[in-house]
């Protein structure tokens, strides 16, 4: 269990919004000033599995001056299915408070069933993202987390990949403004911004420091009609991997999916914006009849698609974000 009283002065390898507070001997993460309906996020050390796991669990405890109306759950690992980082969101729910201590523990698990390409002895971290009910800024309005256990056989002697939780494009008057959020900076050494006017010939057009922030930002001087992006993590053994791609046409933002394996035998993996609408995924054949409809876990930014009992040949994937925003792509199922 880390119960953050004897870190050293550090949050012991836990990255995102919140930093280490101290009461007397008493340690733990802290968030002040708090405002109501934000979001703040945790993401935890780089875990290692037992290899004769069945499941993977979590517990830690919450309180502060203001209640927490919401905890949102996501676990990172590398999936077997195509050897990527993969997020998978887990639940979604409200705390139960004990009304003597102003107190709140949670404590879950999940089947390694429902966890799709999860590997044998496989390392692992965790998300988190709290959302206070109250809080308007006032610098005695804080939230904390601590206790946080988990059951794996110890720290991972080497990190999991940053986490891209989402990268967006929106046109200004002096250009192209990027904002992309990220989770588990453990070595990341910076961040390349990519541009391209196709969407398949990238350049690097910019060097942004690790500032262990989970929130980054540049803006492009570019006033071209189409334009992509793409942002490139570089690690410090050299080590790297690329976000999603946002997309600027005619001033709007847009989005870009991507589908694989191509041509797909049984399982799809369709990677897309992250999930924060109502957003739907849609199959369907080659005369518009549509043979399977998904829809998206909030928080995910690649959905899973059973091609398996679908008869060979080509299919069109519409993705709605459920913001006026869609985007549509071939695949060939054999």
Not at 130 to 153: E, H, V, Y
Not at 327 to 333: A, C, D, G, I, Q
Request: glycine residues 10%; charged residues 20%; hydrophobic residues 35%.
């Amino acid at each position: 269990m880390e119960n953050f009283d004897n870190t050293g002065g550090t949050t012991a390898g836990f990255f995102g919004d919140m930093s280490l507070g101290t009461t007397g001997s008493d340690g733990y993460l802290n968030k002040p000033r708090v405002i109501a309906s934000a979001i703040y996020g945790i993401a935890t050390p780089t875990y290692v599995l037992a290899n004769n796991a069945t499941s993977v669990g979590f517990g830690f405890e919450i309180g502060g001056s203001e209640r927490i109306a919401r905890v949102e759950v996501a676990i990172v690992y590398v999936s077997t299915l195509n050897n990527e980082i993969t997020t998978f969101f887990i639940d979604q729910f409200v705390p139960s408070y004990n009304q003597a201590t102003g107190t709140a523990t949670i404590c879950r698990a999940i089947s390694l069933t429902d966890l799709p390409g999860f590997p044998v002895g496989g390392r692992y971290r965790f998300r988190f993202e709290l959302t206070p009910n109250s809080g308007n800024g006032q610098s005695s309005q804080n939230i904390w987390f601590d206790d946080f256990r988990t059951t794996a056989i110890g720290i991972s002697q080497s990190s999991l990949p940053v986490v891209f939780i989402g990268l967006e494009a929106r046109k200004m008057s002096t250009g192209v403004q990027l904002t992309w959020k990220v989770a588990g900076e453990e070595d990341v050494n910076r961040y390349e911004v990519e541009r391209s006017t196709d969407g398949k010939n990238f350049a690097s057009i910019a060097n942004i420091s690790n500032t262990k922030k989970d929130t980054y930002t540049y803006l492009d001087a570019n006033n071209n009609s189409v334009v992509y992006y793409r942002i490139k993590n570089v690690d410090n053994n050299g080590a790297y991997k690329y976000s999603s791609i946002a997309r600027i046409a005619n001033g709007k933002s847009g989005i870009v999916i991507r589908a694989f394996p191509q041509p797909v035998t049984n399982q799809l993996i369709v990677q897309h914006p992250v999930i924060r609408a109502n957003s739907v995924l849609t199959v369907s054949t080659a005369d518009g009849r549509v043979v399977k409809s998904v829809k998206p876990s909030n928080g995910t930014m690649q959905t899973y698609v059973d091609m398996a009992l679908l008869q060979k040949g080509m299919y069109f994937i519409r993705f709605d974000a459920g913001d006026g925003n869609v985007e549509t792509m071939k695949v060939l199922k054999q």
